[in-house]
């Protein structure tokens, strides 16, 4: 039980850190919107489930959203060379 609270505490940061470190591209103007985010999520234990309920996702969902990303950042950095 106890590992289960400690797994729901953690996932708004998990999210929060994927969202930020995912690509290549600037991602500074993603602070505030994460400690936002965060600020939100942990305000008490209902917010903190009603978070993890909004924002639970499937990890072969995800990883198959990281590949088109992949594939998109190939397409636009192609024109980039000279």
Do not use: W
């Not at 998990?14 to 305000?43: D, F, W, Y």
């Amino acid at each position: 039980m106890i590992i289960l609270q400690l797994i729901r505490l953690l996932k708004p940061f998990k999210n929060v850190l994927i969202i930020i470190q995912k690509g290549k591209t600037p991602s500074l103007h993603l602070v505030t919107i994460a400690v936002l985010t965060l600020r939100q999520a942990l305000e008490s234990y209902q917010s903190l489930v009603e978070f993890n309920k909004n924002y639970e996702t499937n990890s072969s969902a995800q990883d198959l959203s990281e590949d088109e990303d992949e594939d998109e950042c190939f397409e636009e950095e192609e024109g980039n060379y000279l």
